[in-house]
């Protein structure tokens, strides 16, 4: 036993004390143990960061050295990514002319809760994130067995977006010199798809006939609205009496607003502010509507009961999905409708740039994107240059 204890002191004695801090020939970098420690002042008090290896911590103390030299030396937040990103989402007011929609905002909290909190550490700080960081929570999202499912490309990105743009504002606010998600990488994986899979479906005239046939007096209006006008239903809902020129030479209603999860908003873009016109027949019944509701300018068009916004969820599955199914079009929904009318203009061989103003996209070439296959024929003819017949 005495012989044991004797040995087990030796070699205490012989091992170094790695708390101890020990001198490199780069001023202010101390070695201790198996790392290194960084010391500096900012602020009037003296502060350390750490390194694993002597070149990481001969970087820093250069950085820190020429960050004092600009007087752009600050002192490194303790503030954890995680705090940062519950008060960031809370009062982050947007970079653009139009504001910060509340119902973004609510998106934002869903997708920091459903990703980004899983996959960061609670005790990560924010000045510790860094592009190889962001590129393995990039690689987490792809991960199949991770998610438990195949992510689209289009949700990894909207998983990034909150993400970005909160490192973007730390910046600016100058709790971290470089935001380290200016560079990362997104997915473009190649996507296997059936031949139709994202293609724009539309009702045909009989089932639309069948659906306004079907639909209960006190909604028929609403749905010839969307089939007649290529509305979003988040905009007829919002239809206010001062919206609708049923008197006017050409009749027309206006697109000011929309109502999305029961908050008023305006138009996403300039685009989306738009005049729409109507129907002769469709304006006579609209000015009989109208008579029915009570007087005033802000007065909704189409509303709940008690006068209330209706809720979309609520008629989707209450009113259309059955209605739908009876037509044989059980995976129609309102935006079926909007296709549909874009569908019946190009059977009209209706301009796509008039078009694209009336759907309130933001350019022709966008509404072409999305409705090519509904184009009348199957191509360009064949031109023949030579005998000139099928050119002028």
Same mark, same amino acid.
């Given at each position: 036993?005495?012989? *044991?204890?004797?040995?087990?002191?030796?070699?205490?004695?012989?091992?170094?004390?790695?708390?101890?801090?020990?001198?490199?020939?780069?001023?202010? =970098?101390?070695?201790?143990?198996?790392?290194?420690?960084?010391?500096?002042?900012?602020?009037?008090?003296?502060?350390?960061?750490?390194?694993?290896?002597?070149?990481?911590?001969?970087?820093?103390?250069?950085?820190?050295?020429?960050?004092?030299?600009?007087?752009?030396?600050?002192?490194?937040?303790?503030?954890?990514?995680?705090?940062?990103?519950?008060?960031?989402?809370?009062?982050?007011?947007?970079?653009?002319?139009?504001?910060?929609?509340?119902?973004?905002?609510?998106?934002?909290?869903?997708?920091?809760?459903?990703?980004?909190?899983?996959?960061?550490?609670?005790?990560?700080?924010?000045?510790? =994130?860094?592009?190889?960081?962001?590129?393995?929570?990039?690689?987490?999202?792809?991960?199949?067995?991770?998610?438990? !499912?195949?992510?689209?490309?289009?949700?990894?990105?909207?998983?990034?977006?909150? =993400?970005?743009?909160?490192?973007?504002?730390?910046?600016?606010?100058?709790?971290?010199?470089?935001?380290?998600?200016?560079?990362?990488?997104?997915?473009? !994986?190649?996507?296997?798809?059936?031949?139709?899979?994202?293609?724009?479906?539309?009702?045909?005239? *009989?089932?639309?006939?069948?659906?306004?046939?079907?639909?209960?007096?006190?909604?028929?209006?609403?749905?010839?609205?969307?089939?007649?006008?290529?509305?979003?239903?988040?905009?007829?809902?919002?239809?206010?009496?001062?919206?609708?020129?049923?008197?006017?030479? !050409?009749?027309?209603?206006?697109?000011? !607003?929309?109502?999305?999860?029961?908050?008023?908003?305006?138009?996403?873009?300039?685009?989306?502010?738009?005049?729409?016109?109507?129907?002769?027949?469709?304006?006579?019944?609209?000015?009989?509507?109208?008579?029915?509701?009570?007087?005033?300018?802000?007065?909704?068009?189409?509303?709940?009961?008690?006068?209330?916004?209706?809720?979309?969820?609520?008629?989707?599955?209450?009113?259309?999905?059955?209605?739908?199914?009876?037509?044989?079009?059980?995976?129609?929904?309102?935006?079926?409708?909007?296709?549909?009318?874009?569908?019946?203009?190009?059977?009209?061989?209706?301009?796509?740039?008039?078009?694209?103003?009336?759907?309130?996209?933001?350019?022709?070439?966008?509404?072409?994107?999305?409705?090519?296959?509904?184009?009348?024929?199957?191509?360009?003819?064949?031109?023949?240059?030579?005998?000139?017949?099928?050119?002028?």
């Amino acid at each position: 036993m005495h012989a *044991k204890g004797t040995a087990a002191s030796a070699a205490d004695a012989a091992r170094p004390d790695e708390r101890k801090l020990v001198r490199t020939k780069t001023p202010g =970098v101390y070695r201790r143990g198996r790392s290194y420690v960084v010391i500096y002042r900012a602020g009037g008090r003296q502060r350390k960061e750490f390194a694993q290896t002597l070149d990481e911590a001969r970087r820093i103390k250069r950085e820190r050295e020429t960050d004092r030299d600009r007087g752009e030396l600050q002192e490194r937040t303790t503030i954890t990514l995680r705090a940062y990103l519950e008060e960031w989402v809370e009062r982050y007011r947007g970079q653009g002319r139009r504001g910060f929609r509340e119902s973004t905002r609510e998106e934002y909290r869903r997708l920091l809760t459903r990703y980004a909190y899983e996959h960061f550490s609670e005790k990560l700080r924010l000045t510790d =994130v860094t592009p190889y960081r962001l590129a393995r929570y990039v690689d987490w999202l792809c991960d199949e067995v991770a998610q438990g !499912r195949r992510l689209s490309d289009s949700t990894v990105a909207n998983a990034v977006i909150p =993400v970005r743009a909160a490192l973007a504002t730390a910046q600016r606010e100058g709790l971290i010199r470089h935001n380290p998600a200016v560079k990362l990488a997104l997915p473009h !994986r190649e996507q296997i798809r059936e031949a139709d899979e994202d293609e724009a479906k539309t009702l045909s005239r *009989k089932q639309v006939r069948q659906l306004l046939a079907r639909a209960p007096e006190e909604h028929r209006l609403l749905l010839e609205v969307l089939a007649s006008c290529g509305l979003r239903v988040s905009e007829a809902i919002a239809l206010q009496r001062r919206h609708l020129h049923v008197d006017a030479a !050409r009749p027309h209603l206006k697109i000011r !607003r929309a109502i999305v999860k029961r908050r008023v908003e305006p138009p996403k873009t300039k685009h989306g502010r738009r005049d729409v016109p109507l129907a002769a027949g469709l304006a006579e019944r609209l000015r009989k509507h109208l008579a029915s509701l009570p007087s005033g300018a802000e007065t909704l068009v189409f509303s709940a009961a008690g006068g209330g916004a209706l809720d979309p969820d609520n008629l989707r599955s209450r009113m259309l999905k059955p209605l739908v199914r009876k037509i044989g079009a059980p995976w129609a929904g309102f935006h079926t409708l909007r296709h549909t009318y874009a569908s019946l203009q190009l059977a009209r061989s209706v301009n796509i740039v008039q078009l694209s103003r009336v759907l309130g996209h933001h350019s022709p070439a966008f509404t072409l994107s999305v409705y090519t296959h509904l184009l009348p024929g199957e191509g360009a003819p064949a031109l023949d240059l030579v005998d000139g017949r099928t050119w002028s």
